[in-house]
């Protein structure tokens, strides 16, 4: 598509981009705004719903709620890294920089929202987790965009 029919579409992808970064971002902020009874709540559904899926496997896999929970972390951030990396694809600039500190800025602020929550506190393991999700999410990205020769 070229002109300005081109242009229009070019521009409701990336607000549909940014609506989506928002969204993720808001999911992300809410959780960590959860008390420690509700997100321990949220935790143990979640591991008793997988463990049901292993046990099928084989009676002695299960996953601790410690493992559940961590990999929740890298798996919002690995998501908001992949929206963050399209968004500034679609910008046709590749400011790396900008794109890591985005990341990283929204991992220290998830983990300092939980400094205020009742019975939840902050890690930086957590902003660590967050940060790789986030990192590999990019690299998805850009190798798929490389594999596919638009890099």
């Known amino acids: 598509m070229s002109g300005k029919k081109g242009q229009g579409f070019l521009r409701v992808k990336k607000l549909l981009m940014i609506i989506l970064i928002l969204s993720t ?3 992300i902020f809410r959780a960590s705004s959860e008390n420690a009874t509700e997100s321990g709540s949220l935790s143990s559904t979640v591991t008793a719903f997988i463990n049901s899926f292993l046990v099928k496997i084989s009676e002695n896999l299960t996953v601790s709620e410690f493992i559940v929970r961590k990999a929740g972390h890298l798996t919002e951030f690995l998501i908001l890294g ?3 990396s399209v968004y500034f694809r679609l910008l046709e600039r590749k400011p790396w920089s900008l794109v890591v500190l985005s990341g990283l800025l929204t991992g220290l602020c998830d983990e300092t929202i939980q400094l205020y929550v009742e019975g939840r506190f902050s890690s930086v393991t957590d902003v660590w987790i967050d940060f790789t999700g986030f990192l590999i999410g990019c690299a998805l990205v850009y ?5 596919s020769r638009k890099y």
């Open 143 to 147: 190798l798929i965009a490389k594999r």
């Open 82 to 84: 992949v929206e963050i």
């Open 25 to 27: 971002v808001y999911f």
